[in-house]
């Protein structure tokens, strides 16, 4: 308590105390105060990892007590372990060292970035200019761990799909320089199985999308025609299935809520569509979002709220959201941003992040609640 007490004043942030969210076994209040917590535990960078794994826990729906100083301490970091005092680049030959990078923190594309996020941990992956797949991650609050090469010796010219499932269980799919579809998967910062081919041939990107053990692929044949695959965790796909009715020229974008898949598409008309339904059931048919763009959607989900993200003919990047079973609440601009590529989203909880290529071609982030104010492009 002295440690947190001395932190909080230190940044000047107001004093509240850990027991508004939780009691001393680190079962959460009915009622916890998770707006002073944020405030907290975003300005300091979870410099007391015991108080904000218990916001984490707390606000995010995880009602298991926090990982905190004693299991982090000197261990390697890694999703479920949201410390500052973890061994990012640990020394075989002495003391770890300590910070927020485990892999280069320098990354170039010419590409949009896939992103996808569970509980509170977020990964992005692209493909550098060699066409090399990397991906970095970071837990709700903290800076990116740096980019790492996913192993298997992957390549792509399209952007990749991501799909997080479970605590930090990632699907990573490609399509490869072949035109087929590939898939790596494994627990994020531990070594990949390596790429194995899906059995469907394409001239763009694909989509992923996660909910609970489920995950879904959505893609287009080299026609133009709309498929989606999808599976349980530890089982297999169970077969493409065509989504008639709407051609598109440009890579699908998936949001999963529950076993209920949205999907949504560029027409060739330049409008946005999106279709939706069951998996392994019909779905209802493609309907117009009221959204003119030249680029593909993004989209993301988490508990029963959806985000489509995407960006005009003028390169301002916009964002649309709806809970389950509910009309979208309108487009929303996020300023100050030009792109000329698919941006990408993540969404933790109803905290939204964005990440958009400018057109300088240096990779950009914004965040905040879906329907109020963002923090800006950084």
């Keep these: 308590m002295t440690r947190w007490v001395g932190i909080a004043a230190l940044l000047g942030a107001a004093l509240w105390a850990p027991s508004a969210l939780a009691d001393g076994n680190g079962k959460c209040n009915p009622t916890p105060n998770c707006n002073a917590a944020k405030?907290?535990?975003?300005?300091?960078?979870d410099l007391d990892p015991i108080t904000c794994g218990v916001y984490y826990g707390c606000c995010y729906g995880d009602p298991s007590p926090p990982i905190g100083d004693g299991d982090c301490r000197n261990q390697p970091?890694?999703?479920?372990?949201?410390s500052d005092l973890c061994a990012q680049n640990p020394d075989p030959g002495g003391p770890g060292t300590f910070g927020l990078t485990q892999g280069s923190s320098a990354f170039s594309t010419d590409l949009a970035v896939g992103s996808a996020a569970t509980g509170n941990l977020t990964v992005e992956v692209?493909?550098?200019?060699?066409g090399r797949i990397f991906y970095s991650w970071w837990n709700l609050g903290q800076g990116g761990h740096g980019w790492r090469e996913i192993e298997g010796q992957g390549q792509t010219n399209a952007t990749p799909a991501v799909a997080l499932v479970g605590r930090k269980y990632l699907?990573?799919?490609v399509k490869g320089a072949d035109g087929y579809l590939y898939l790596n998967q494994g627990d994020v910062a531990?070594?990949?199985v390596g790429w194995q081919r899906m059995g469907?041939?394409?001239r763009l990107a694909p989509g992923a999308a996660a909910s609970g053990k489920l995950t879904a692929v959505v893609t287009v044949d080299r026609q133009g025609k709309v498929f989606y695959n999808w599976w349980a965790l530890?089982?297999?796909g169970r077969g493409w299935q065509e989504l008639d009715g709407r051609p598109t020229d440009a890579a699908p974008a998936a949001a999963l809520v529950g076993s209920y898949l949205f999907v949504v598409i560029k027409g060739l008309d330049g409008s946005l569509y999106l279709n939706q339904g069951a998996l392994g059931k019909p779905f209802v048919g493609w309907q117009r979002m009221g959204f003119q763009t030249d680029v593909a959607p993004g989209a993301t989900s988490a508990g029963n709220i959806s985000v489509v993200v995407a960006k005009d003919k003028q390169g301002r990047i916009f964002y649309n959201w709806w809970p389950i079973a509910q009309g979208g609440r309108g487009w929303q601009e996020l300023p100050r941003l030009q792109t000329n590529v698919a941006p990408a989203a993540a969404l933790v909880g109803n905290y939204l992040f964005?990440?958009?290529r400018g057109r300088d071609g240096k990779l950009y982030l914004n965040q905040g609640d879906v329907g109020k104010p963002f923090v800006g492009w950084k």
Excluded: H, I, R
């Excluded at 970091?77 to 949201?82: L, R, T, V």
């Excluded at 692209?126 to 060699?130: L, P, R, S, V, Y």
């Design 77 to 82: 970091c890694g999703p479920g372990c949201p």
């Design 234 to 236: 530890g089982e297999g």
């Design 171 to 173: 699907f990573v799919v």
């Design 126 to 130: 692209g493909a550098d200019k060699q």
């Design 39 to 45: 405030t907290f535990c975003f300005g300091s960078l």
């Design 200 to 202: 469907f041939q394409s």
């Design 190 to 192: 531990k070594p990949f």
């Design 354 to 356: 964005v990440m958009a």
